[in-house]
T-cell receptor, first 116, second 115 residues
Framework: AQSVTQPDIHITVSEGASLELRCNYS??????LFWYVQSPGQGLQLLLK??????LVQGIKGFEAEFKRSQSSFNLRKPSVHWSDAAEYFC??????????????FGKGTKLSVKP | GAGVSQSPRYKVAKRGQDVALRCDPI?????LFWYQQALGQGPEFLTY????????KSGLPSDRFFAERPEGSVSTLKIQRTQQEDSAVYLC?????????????FGDGTRLSIL
């Protein structure tokens, strides 16, 4: 069965420090991978996506993620965190029903706190 | 350039009441999804529409949950005889994609509290 694991429930980093949020997936075919961010009381905003091709993908707000098939991972990184990055981050895999659109399967999320 | 709009933003109902949650997707988006997000959890899939056709409702937790999208645009999620475990944020997402999992655009959700 498809699944997404985010091992870290809560991470605290200092402003200006680098960030890496971990994501592991289980999916039988070529995965379509996403990172979303959710601020309190808000919906989810797409940070970046991986469909195919270059395994290092760039997103909005200075985020990037690297797809590693051998490790079934899609970790999110940012070289220098800003206080406004404090939010909850969700990794998701898109289900592909034989070429047709399918739903997203989300991890449980990682809450990021930023220390001044 | 409006995004996905959901109403109401907050809904409080007594146990046993029926509720209806509305989703207005981005214009022209053919795919529409409903997700349920419990406190401290990631969103979980409920149901999927392609235009007016409900192609997948495998995530609906019980027959008390019903969704429709009669004209292929606005969608309504209805919960009958609500129970306390229905308390959650209900998120709607739309996507222009028909094939392959495309990026989904989310509304701000409806926070449902059942007393």
């Amino acid at each position: 069965a498809q699944s997404v694991t985010q091992p870290d429930i809560h991470i605290t980093v200092s402003e200006g420090a680098s960030l890496e949020l971990r994501c592991n997936y289980s999916y039988g075919a070529t995965p379509y991978l996403f990172w979303y961010v959710q601020s309190p009381g808000q919906g989810l905003q797409l940070l970046l996506k991986y469909f195919s091709g270059d395994t290092l993908v760039q997103g909005i707000k200075g985020f990037e993620a690297e797809f590693k098939r051998s490790q079934s991972s899609f970790n999110l990184r940012k070289p220098s965190v800003h206080w406004s990055d404090a939010a909850e981050y969700f990794c998701a895999v898109g289900v592909n029903y034989g070429g047709s659109q399918g739903n997203l399967i989300f991890g449980k999320g990682t809450k990021l706190s930023v220390k001044p | 350039g409006a995004g996905v709009s959901q109403s109401p933003r907050y809904k409080v109902a007594k146990r046993g009441q029926d509720v209806a949650l509305r989703c207005d997707p981005i214009s022209g988006h053919v795919s529409l999804f409903w997700y349920q997000q419990a406190l401290g959890q990631g969103p979980e899939f409920l149901t999927y529409f392609q235009n007016e056709a409900q192609l997948d409702k495998s995530g609906l937790p019980s027959d008390r949950f019903f969704a429709e999208r009669p004209e292929g645009s606005v969608s309504t999620l209805k919960i009958q005889r609500t129970q306390q475990e229905d308390s959650a944020v209900y998120l709607c997402a739309s996507s222009p994609s028909l094939t392959l999992p495309g990026p989904q655009h989310f509304g701000d959700g409806t926070r449902l509290s059942i007393l």
